[in-house]
């Protein structure tokens, strides 16, 4: 009885003040899977909220939403999409509402808007990944440049994929080559096309044997039998870090603020662990498959450089490789 009632007032001590209830709309580029099962477990602490969820990727949900603003009627509460340029921008705009009381602990502030206006909510890196029939284990981002790796390496294209370009200005933010390391892999023979599912489905099939690629593809895909292995290169990674943020025009601001302390929560966290991703608390643990996380060093990116050049980045890629 006395451990009911202390569970009792616990849980009315972490819920957010006032009433939480009513419909909370999610613009989400989560997989269909992972958005009902985030959408599920929110509902289940918060019974009295009905949510309502679209899924896309982020560019066609961030068309759909200026599509609503240009009609004067956006309908999200909430976005849980892929990267913290996007949110940028629409920080810039004064589309995001700040939310100075989120309940952050155990958060990198390295992961949180200073402004709080967005929040990390888990690290999705981009690594190497090989085919089992693969010459040799690569170990660095260099490896991709050697002659035994000619014409053998995958990677999408950061032309049309936003987690491919956070990639790209990554590497060159941080590699002593820099833009020249791209000019490296074009004359080795690598081609940028598709996004991250085309260059694990190369790299799995055997027309290419090395590719970059987002973590927990070949890490589930390894998991079922495919002959794959992924690598989190020596000099580090990059990440994108499927921020949420709460819109200025949100309806429901409190069911809003419930979700974002939701999924930064010791249960949110969890949530994404289950879901095979690192989550944005250190101590929530890691899926299976993944190396201790004191050996994945994540790179730094600057996001609002990176969408202010963003086209003088396009135009550098291009330059480099030769495409």
Known sequence: MRAALAALFLAAAIA?????EGKLVLYTSQPNTDAQQTADAFKAKYPN?????????????????????AAGQPQPDVLLIADVVTMEGLKGEGRLAA?????????DAALIDKDKTYF??????????????????????EDLTKPEAKNLVAIPSPLTS??????????????KAGWDYYAELGRNGVQASGGNGDVLKAVSGGDKLFGMVVDYMPIRE??????????????????????????????NPEAAKAFIDFILSEEGQALAVSQGYIPARADAGLPPGYPDRSTIKVLGF??????A???????KFTEAMGQ
């Open 120 to 141: 990390s909510t888990k690290l999705i890196t981009t690594g190497i990944v090989y085919n089992t029939k693969a010459p040799f284990v690569p170990a660095s981002w």
């Open 16 to 20: 957010p003040s006032g009433a939480v």
């Open 99 to 107: 939310y100075p009381d989120a309940k952050t602990d155990g958060i």
């Open 302 to 307: 600057d996001a609002a450089a990176a969408l």
């Open 309 to 315: 050049d963003d086209q003088k980045n396009k135009e």
């Open 222 to 251: 390894k998991a079922k039998g495919a002959p794959v292995e992924f690598v989190f290169p020596k000099e580090g990674v990059s990440a994108v870090t499927e921020p949420a943020a709460i819109l200025s025009t949100a309806k």
């Open 49 to 69: 909220v009905t949510v309502e969820w679209v899924r896309d990727g982020t560019p066609k949900i961030l068309a759909k939403l200026r599509a609503e603003i």
């Open 162 to 175: 936003g987690a491919a370009m956070i990639h790209t200005v990554t590497l060159t933010g941080n590699l």
